[in-house]
T-cell receptor, first 112, second 116 residues
């Protein structure tokens, strides 16, 4: 069985501060991990993915994520948060099946 | 162009109505997906089409009937829905399914469905 966990329902951060949205995974085989963002009443937008190679993955809108195999984590980070980053973030994993496993989602709130 | 379009944006229907949702992509993708999403929850996979053939049906009730007329178009026909079927219905596409562990899925904006 595979699972993706996002331990925080909500993350609050002040504008200009660094942000981290956490994700841990448990998948069989090589993990393929994605981050998506969803703004209110919109579809999901792809941010970045880890397939293989460098553990630090850079993505859209200044986001990056660090793959850590020993800690089975794939945390999303940004050095300086913007109010416009406020949205719902999903970590998604694939572990050898054709069906993706979504984390429960983390609501990011960036305060001015 | 990484756009997936969905129509209509909003749909209100009664439990005895028949309606359809439409999804279109022109990226040459050969895999297309329907998801159902409740508020502040992750999307739940419903159906997957690969090369216009239904590959995965995640035990979805028969009141939802998917159709893939061609490689660019995906429909979801709705009949005799229940109020609990009210949700955001998302369509997505990816280049191919067989390597779906590495292919990125691109999502449409969704159709907000309300069943009265």
């Amino acid at each position: 069985a595979q699972s993706v966990a996002q331990p925080e329902d909500q993350v609050n951060v002040a504008e200009g501060n660094p942000l981290t949205v956490k994700c841990t995974y448990s998948v069989s085989g090589n993990p393929y991990l994605f981050w998506y963002v969803q703004y209110p009443n919109r579809g999901l937008q792809f941010l970045l993915k880890y397939i293989t190679g460098d553990n630090l993955v850079k993505g859209s809108y200044g986001f990056e994520a660090e793959f850590n195999k020993s800690q089975t984590s794939f945390h999303l980070k940004k050095p300086s948060a913007l109010v416009s980053d406020s949205a719902l973030y999903f970590c998604v994993g694939w572990g050898g099946s054709y069906i993706p496993t979504f984390g429960r989602g983390t609501s990011l709130i960036v305060h001015p | 162009d990484t756009e997936v379009t969905q129509t209509p944006k909003h749909l209100v229907m009664g439990m005895t109505n028949k309606k359809s949702l439409k999804c279109e992509q022109h990226m040459g993708h050969r895999a297309m997906y329907w998801y159902k999403q409740k508020a502040k929850k992750p999307p739940e996979l419903m159906f997957v089409y690969s090369y216009e053939k239904l590959s995965i049906n995640e035990s979805v009730p028969s009141r939802f009937s998917p159709e893939c007329p061609n490689s660019s178009l995906l429909n979801l026909h709705l009949h005799a829905l229940q109020p609990e079927d009210s949700a955001l219905y998302l369509c997505a596409s990816s280049p191919i399914i067989w390597d779906s562990s590495t292919d990125t899925q691109y999502f449409g904006p969704g159709t907000r469905l309300t069943v009265l």
